[in-house]
């Protein structure tokens, strides 16, 4: 088989520029693609670069496929380092440029410890002003060049000579180019859509216009985003590459969103657009960072700019060990942040110290929602195995360390930036080999803090003594005693009613005597109701109707399902008689839950259900009440 065939079509690459000032990276960009990137009219009047410029070079790949060669064009000078973080935090390649006439510079030296620490790994080399200089010099600063690439990422990449005035060696770019382009690997599948802005204007008669990368998933016109920080709702009136109309947007795309619901004076630099209720924003990251050599080593609370895709926030260091974090291996610290940044694991950012102002390191954040309360030893240790482990033990270890409160499944995905999909594969051997339950409502929890719960809720009720057969115990009340989460609670209830050892009744819970035959009766027919609509799904049948199956009175009938119900077993409908099994009802909250940010009206609800409107119309209105689902006139938006 063909494995290129296999492999999913990339059609967009994002290649940044880096270099120092007045080595030619906007001529460059000018004679590639025809567009003067110095967009602002303090550039034209200095002739330097202060702000991100984009164009865009449009090609086909060896297979016939259209790629788009999008590039964001940095400042070179010192003082707008800043601005160049900003358009460096999201590209895909890198095409370092040095002068003929200067060779390697200060800022020469910087950018590419910037792109080594932001972990881009493709590139190409590009020597310009090669008619400035003679046929010798030209010999001669190549390989500098290349002693100076050494053993970096660019050391094996093309290095192209071209002179941009006289336009020679272009061609030979575009070409190299296109093999980077072609040699690109396609996006990561299964990521949170994530979306940073680095520009944000006002289109006349259009509104509120952001352009940026799409780093992770797709954007579709029309979809409902969340701001972060913030949780500012904007909804996606239309999507534009450079100046083509989409109807979706790709993960490595450059994209313009028309934006409504929000003004553009209220978008800036260090936000993040993501799907509503997938990833929050956070002021404290545990993360793993390497000090750049010939810089002063990094003390324990220190004062740093943190700068990760758009965002440059201070931070605090706090170093797990108080010795000073030197330039060579790496140190696992903790970041607090004055301002909170979307940030998931294995997120990439660089390190500057504020005054006198340099980039010192940078690193990868290993965790984004460290717990707040773990001892520093314990917390430095769960790292250590942590940061290098495999996704499945890495899936393990955060849902290991909740402890009896267990891990949603949206909560493991807003850690991870991993979407449910992507979660499945990983934990399908986990819950296989019981090393994680998977509880109601999407709880994961480990078997050992299973049984820890177990043994809790066993000795409390072995405290109540033999007045619990009698007089029973308040289920809240138990709850309450255990301070275990009500899914973790439910669990073991559910364990224990299922072999005996208690009953329970309404709120109460009584101790079990197995060999009490009519308790023994009561739960033979709970145990039938149980199945009959855990069988039937969303299409359950009228309680009325399984009371004539089963030769029960409407009254009997009454009684069990009210303990089905306080048992969360069954979940009522808006009708006497009208139930749904807990199972189903999960399994259809979390379809709903991978359609976050759609809208869905009765039609499309009974198409993805296979449910006529005699229960369709229950469940939206269930779900609504649960708010997974807000009614905006006829339609239904999946939050």
Not at 111 to 136: E, N
Request: glycine residues 8%; aromatic residues 4%; contains cysteine.
């Amino acid at each position: 088989m063909d494995s290129s065939a296999e492999r999913p079509h990339r059609n967009s690459i994002v290649v940044g520029t880096a270099g120092h000032i007045d080595h030619g990276k906007t001529a460059l960009v000018r004679a590639l693609t025809g567009v003067d990137t110095d967009r602002l009219p303090e550039e034209k009047r200095r002739g330097i670069t202060i702000d991100l410029g984009f164009a865009s070079l449009q090609a086909k790949l060896t297979d016939g496929q259209p790629m788009t060669i999008s590039f964001v064009d940095v400042p070179g000078h010192a003082l707008f380092i800043r601005n160049m973080l900003a358009g460096t935090g999201c590209i895909d390649a890198v095409m370092l440029v040095i002068a003929a006439d200067e060779g390697v510079k200060p800022q020469t030296q910087e950018h590419l410890d910037i792109c080594r620490l932001l972990g881009v790994q493709r590139g190409l080399t590009v020597v310009t002003k090669a008619d400035a200089v003679s046929p010798d010099r030209l010999e001669q600063v190549c390989h500098e060049i290349e002693s100076f690439l050494g053993d970096s990422f660019l050391s094996q990449a093309k290095l192209v000579v071209v002179s941009a005035y006289a336009s020679t060696g272009i061609d030979e770019l575009r070409d190299a180019l296109l093999d980077l382009a072609n040699a690109a690997p396609a996006p990561a599948r299964g990521k949170l859509l994530r979306f940073p802005p680095d520009r944000a204007f006002v289109v006349k008669g259009s509104g509120t216009v952001v352009t940026g990368t799409l780093i992770a998933g797709e954007i579709t016109a029309g979809q409902t985003l969340s701001l972060e920080p913030g949780d500012r709702a904007v909804r996606v009136r239309e999507i534009q590459t450079h100046n083509r109309r989409l109807q979706q947007g790709d993960a490595g795309s450059r994209v313009a969103l028309n934006l409504a619901g929000i003004d553009a004076t209220e978008v800036y630099r260090g936000q993040t657009l993501v799907l509503p209720g997938s990833i929050s924003a956070t002021e404290t990251i545990d993360a793993e960072i390497t000090i750049l050599p010939g810089c002063s080593g990094l003390k324990h609370r220190t004062s740093v700019h943190v700068h990760a895709f758009t965002a440059d926030i201070l931070g605090t260091i706090f170093l797990y060990g108080y010795d000073a974090a030197e330039p060579g291996p790496a140190r696992i610290v903790r970041i607090r942040l004055q301002k909170p940044m979307v940030l998931v694991s294995d997120d990439r950012f660089v390190l500057r110290q504020p005054s006198p102002a340099m980039t010192i390191g940078g690193g990868r954040v290993l965790d984004a929602h460290p717990l707040p309360k773990l001892r520093r030893a314990e917390a430095l240790q769960w790292l250590i195995k942590f940061k290098d482990a495999p996704l499945e033990e890495k899936l393990y270890a955060r849902i290991a360390r909740r402890d009896v409160d267990g891990l949603t499944l949206q909560q493991l995905s807003r850690e991870t930036g991993l979407t449910f999909e992507a979660l499945e594969t990983p934990l399908h051997p986990l819950i296989q080999s019981r090393r994680v339950l998977r509880l109601s409502a999407g709880v994961l929890l480990v078997s050992t803090a299973q049984q820890a719960a177990r043994e809790t809720v066993d000795a409390l009720l072995q405290a109540k003594g033999k007045d619990l057969a009698t007089k029973g115990w308040k289920r809240s009340e138990l709850r309450s005693r255990t301070r275990l989460s009500p899914e973790v609670f439910d669990s073991v209830m559910k364990e224990l009613s299922g072999e005996n050892r208690v009953k329970i009744s309404g709120e109460l819970v009584f101790s079990q005597n197995p060999h009490s035959s009519p308790e023994n009766a009561d739960r033979k027919r709970l145990s039938t109701i149980d199945s009959i609509y855990e069988v039937a799904g969303l299409a359950a049948p009228l309680s009325t109707e399984v009371a004539d199956r089963l030769s029960l009175t409407h009254a009997e009938m009454r009684q069990l399902v009210t303990i089905l119900q306080r048992e969360r077993v069954l979940i009522r409908m808006g009708s006497d008689t009208l139930y749904v099994h807990r199972s189903a009802i999960e399994r259809l909250r979390i379809e709903l839950q991978e359609m976050r940010g759609q809208s869905l009206d009765v039609a499309r609800f009974k198409e993805l259900t296979g449910l006529s409107r005699k229960y369709a119309i229950p469940l939206l209105e269930y779900f609504e009440r649960e708010r997974v689902l807000r009614r905006l006139g006829d339609q239904r938006l999946i939050l």
